[in-house]
């Protein structure tokens, strides 16, 4: 890896695994632990720092000065890049969907604070640019420009994201994880071993297709795993106060922070499960911190 990433690999903090102490688990005896990679860094923290690791040592390898990327405009995966690019000295530029906000999104602030170019497009124009997958794919793109597609969401990420899987020493059953593109929940996969449960936890409404996206990615087809599509609140991003309670409850019992958008769902719906009777007694669940804490401001 490029010297100045394993610098700045050194300089993250360490993502811990934490026992969540609660009697109501306790009274269903199941263990709930969660692999803390929000500690990794405030910004460039859970699975960005994952998925964007191995692209950004690919960038580096092929000369690049500028990354490119798209996104909302609360977006953790640009905002990581904003500032990681500041950190490795590379420029960035952002495509955001929809209308300039008036005024920027503290997200948006942050990614211009840290000189990323900001190019508003039209929510057409960006689905179309979600074919793009290649570093070079993207039309009109220079060859000292390195093109990232949605989130991030390639094979390199992929190998990023296993990472968490070997970090992982205890023994568990079962591992959860929030899905956006799925490339997360594809990653933890084809790393865990076969005889644990992979859960994924839908923050988008009718994300249906995350199922054959998720598939697409596999080496091997496998059926340890599935997505949960009932924890949304309504769809991406949407708070309402069933689930703002849940979070603000649970960060009071456990001092770990959650956000509503992915995080915070996620674990609603293994409480849930819970509920349901879904983990047999005995059974260990790690829940895997994505991070993304600064999506939660101007929500809680
Ligand atoms: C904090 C956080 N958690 C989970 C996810 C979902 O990740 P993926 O898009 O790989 O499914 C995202 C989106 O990238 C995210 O920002």
Redesign the pocket.
């Known amino acids: 890896m490029y010297p100045s990433l394993v610098a700045l690999e050194n300089s993250l903090g360490k993502s811990v695994l934490t026992q969540i102490h609660d009697p109501f688990l306790e009274s269903k005896a199941v263990e709930l632990w969660i692999k803390r990679d929000d500690l990794l860094h405030p910004v460039i923290?859970?699975?960005?720092w994952r998925?964007l690791k191995y692209n950004l040592d690919d960038a580096l390898s092929k000369d690049v000065d500028t990354l490119i990327s798209m996104g909302g405009a609360y977006?953790?995966?640009l905002h990581a890049l904003a500032f990681v690019g500041k950190t490795l000295k590379l420029k960035t530029i952002g495509i955001i969907r929809g209308e300039h906000p008036t005024p920027l999104t503290p997200t948006l602030q942050d990614m211009e604070n840290w000189r990323m170019k900001l190019r508003f497009v039209t929510r057409s124009e960006y689905r179309l640019l979600r074919n793009h997958k290649h570093w070079q794919d993207l039309p009109g793109i220079k060859l000292n420009q390195y093109w990232l597609p949605e989130?991030?969401?390639n094979p390199l990420?992929l190998k990023g994201?296993g990472e968490i899987v070997d970090e992982i020493d205890i023994s568990y059953d079962v591992l959860c994880?929030?899905?956006?593109?799925?490339?997360?929940?594809?990653?933890l996969i084809r790393k865990a071993p076969k005889q644990k449960t992979v859960l994924?936890f839908a923050?988008l409404n009718k994300a249906r297709y995350l199922e054959s996206d998720v598939k697409s990615q596999l080496i091997i087809n496998c059926h340890n795993w599935e997505i949960f599509h009932d924890y949304h609140f309504g769809g991406f991003a949407k708070l309402n106060s069933k689930l703002a309670l849940f979070i603000n409850d649970f960060e009071a019992k456990t001092s770990v922070p959650l956000?509503p958008?992915?995080?915070g769902k996620m674990l609603y719906g293994i409480y849930d499960l819970i509920i349901q009777g879904r983990f047999k007694p005995g059974q260990r669940i790690v829940a895997i911190h994505?991070?993304?804490l600064q999506?939660k401001r101007g929500y809680l």
């Open positions: 923290s859970g699975n960005k998925k977006s953790n995966h989130g991030g969401a990420a994201v994880v929030a899905c956006g593109t799925g490339t997360t929940l594809a990653g994924g923050a956000e958008v992915y995080t994505t991070g993304g999506g």
